[in-house]
Structures are given as C-alpha cells and as structure tokens.
C-alpha cells in the first residue's frame, strides 16, 4: 500500500513560463492540467490568445506576449513582473523552454517578491542549455557524452567532420542565441560534407555543436526525468524510453514508454547533485552498445514536453513535485506508475517516414491502455483541437520534405 495522493496547496497559484515561440509545444498544457487537476490556479505566459494551452479549461488567465524571446532581458523580466502583480499572489513560477530557466535564475532577487523559485545556482541553467558547457560539466564530473566539439568557424567545421567521418550530427550551441541566430533549424543528423556546406552555407563565426552520431543500430535513447531540491538532492527520479521522435532521431519524443533504470536513474541523481542543481529537469541519454555506456546527448533545465509519460503511483509527477517542494510539503517516495506517451499528429509522421525508409508497414499508431495523450484529453477537450486546426496543415510538407531528404 501506497500513501494517498499528496494535497498540493491550492492558495498558492503557478505562472507558466514561456521565453520563446513554441505555440506547438504540448509541455506547457501537460503543465496546466496536471496543478489544475490537483486545484492549483495556474497563469500561464503564451504567444498569443489562440494557442492550445490559453484555451485549456485548467488556465485561469493567459498573458498573451507576442514578443520573439529576442527581447532584452530587462523588458523579458518587466513582462514576468507585470504577470506577477496581475495575479496578486507570490506563485511557483514553472520554466516551460530553456530560455525561460535561465532568466527565472538569472533574476532570482528581481523575481523573488512575486514568485516562488527553486534555490538553484544563477549561472548554472545557462551552462546546462549551452551544448558546450554541458559538455564541459560533464568532463568535469565524469559523466560520459558523445564525442563533440564546438568549431569556431566553418574550415574547423569541415575539417573536424572530415576526421571523424560521416553523418555527423549539428546542434545549436546557447539558449537565446538559438532565438536569434539559430545555426540549424533543429538538431540535425547531416549525411554527408554537401549537406553539411548546406547547413552552413556561410563562414564566420559559429554558435553550433559538432557532435558524434552514435547509430541507431548500436544505440537506445532514454529519457531521464527528475525534480530536484535544496543542494540537488532528488526529490523524484523517472526513467523511460524514445521509441520516436519527431524529426526521427533528433526530435521531440512523439512516442514514449516507462521502464525502471536503477542504473540510469543513479546517474542523473548523481550528476545533478554534484552540480548543485535544483529544479525539475529533462535529460536525454543515449546508451552506446559499442561500449555498453550511456552518454548524456541533452539536460534541458525545465519539465520537457512529454513530461507527463511520468508520475508515480501516488500521483505526483516533476511538475507537482516542484509545487510540493516550493511550498513547504513533503513530496512522497513512490515507485513510477506503468505509462505510455503519445504525440498523435507528429507520432504519425515520424511512423510513416520511418516505415518509408525502411519500406515497411507503420506500428505502433493505434490506441493502448494506459497512454497519456500530448494534446487531448477527455476533460479538457478545446487544446486538442485548436492544435489540429492550427498545425495540422503543416503535416504533408514536413512529411514529403522529410522523405525527400532521408
């Protein structure tokens, strides 16, 4: 037997936190029905009055910013301190994006009258969500990553890639940066040196990852979940597996499971306690049979999109464990709870592109017990469809644009 499910202290509300244009991204709504249900009025930062998590029946008050995240940091955090007094209430702010973690850090003493914060140090989201201070805090801390270096312009890009051998894998280096001036468009799997002098058709400086491409046929992506107290001591660990992606192998989980990984689940405790961090946090790892490690690919300082695929039997998953700590109560030590998790539309594309490179049947797209949905859900119908009318036009051209590079 199991303790009941944890009361999270309904008179202290959560703001949302959004830096960037993400009106796609279903972590934010995960975020507002999982404190909703529990009775917590949430707030939440969106692009505009339209997008799928302003419409959910869990949020109390949207604050439409139709700003690019470009913004300077001063006039980002006037528009936090604005949401702030407009709720009236100090409240658990909930980074939604990377940018979001660093200036909530950034800007503890500015922020702190208004709004609820892990005590996690100022600097260190911003070493995390840069691809190269990741890797660095993992060189010192021992924790193993795919070979990557961080060129400083496209001759040591081409040289590099060259030395190490085709496909090779491109990422943007720093938060904000990627805002304003992203390298690639997305994390990107690039095959061979035309495609890369494609990538980056022009020389100069670059703010871009060069990192090893570990193959599919050696590798499995895992998906680490945790949120973290005072001093990194973990408060809840989760442990799952990327079945798909979208962009496949490079994107978003579309497509996910749970499944207990002591090992795992050892490792991302250890390493965010050595740092000191504190908060709730995302981590991609990939495990590399060639020499049976695994290799952290990504910590993103803040609930991921699909965080919901977790929660534990009493029912807490990273976001209310956040609340719980914040607020002064206990957060329960409970084993994870059996789940799938399942991104429809963008699961969809990424079957059929998978099935067409590999010239067989799609699996895996019709409902199983026990799924968490990214978009619909039976209480809260309107999210789910404001996404299908918002992004569902963009579905062929991502699918033909991705087959017909692959």
């Not at 020389?203 to 945790?226: F, K, R, T």
């Amino acid at each position: 037997m199991h303790a009941h499910r944890p009361e999270l202290d309904r008179a202290v509300p959560a703001l949302l936190v959004k830096v960037g244009r993400y009106p796609d991204a279903y972590g934010a709504t995960g975020a507002a029905r999982s404190l909703g249900r529990a009775g917590v009025p949430v707030y939440a930062m969106v692009e505009d009055p339209l997008t799928p998590t302003a419409l959910s029946r869990y949020v109390r008050r949207a604050f439409a910013r139709p700003g690019t995240g470009c913004e300077p940091a001063e006039v980002l955090v006037a528009q936090l301190l604005a949401a702030g007094r407009a709720i009236g209430r100090r409240s658990v702010a909930v980074p939604t994006d990377d940018e979001a973690a660093v200036l909530l850090a950034e800007h503890q003493e500015e922020l702190a009258p208004y709004f609820l914060l892990p005590p996690v140090p100022p600097g260190l989201p911003r070493r995390l969500a840069d691809k190269g201070g990741l890797r660095e805090l993992c060189r010192a801390h021992g924790v193993a990553t795919p070979r990557a270096c961080t060129p400083a312009d496209r001759g040591e890009l081409l040289a590099t890639a060259s030395e190490w051998g085709y496909p090779v894998v491109l990422k943007n280096l720093a938060p904000f940066t990627r805002l304003a001036r992203p390298a690639v468009s997305h994390t990107t799997i690039v095959p061979d040196e035309a495609a890369l002098l494609a990538a980056c058709p022009s020389d100069g400086p670059l703010s871009l990852l060069l990192q090893e491409y570990v193959p599919q046929a050696c590798a499995e992506d895992w998906i680490a979940h945790l949120c973290c107290g005072p001093g990194g001591r973990p408060l809840v660990v989760f442990t799952g597996v990327k079945d798909r992606s979208w962009p496949p192998e490079t994107g978003v989980t579309t497509r996910g499971h749970t499944r207990s990984n002591p090992e795992l689940a050892a490792l991302t405790a250890d390493f965010c306690e050595a740092i000191g961090y504190c908060g709730t946090a995302d981590l991609d790892w990939r495990y590399d049979r060639r020499d049976d490690r695994y290799k952290l690919v990504d910590f993103n300082p803040r609930n991921g999109a699909q965080f919901r695929l977790f929660e534990t039997v009493d029912g807490v998953d990273v976001v209310r464990a956040l609340h719980l700590s914040l607020t002064g109560r206990r957060v329960p030590a409970a084993p994870q709870r059996p789940r799938r998790f399942r991104m429809g539309r963008l699961d969809t594309l990424s079957a059929l592109s998978g099935a067409w490179q590999d010239r067989c049947r799609p699996w895996g797209l019709w409902p199983e017990p026990h799924t968490e949905h990214a978009w619909f859900a039976s209480d809260d119908p309107a999210p789910a469809a404001m996404a299908l009318l918002r992004f569902s036009l963009s579905a062929p051209y991502r699918l033909l644009r991705t087959t017909l590079h692959s």
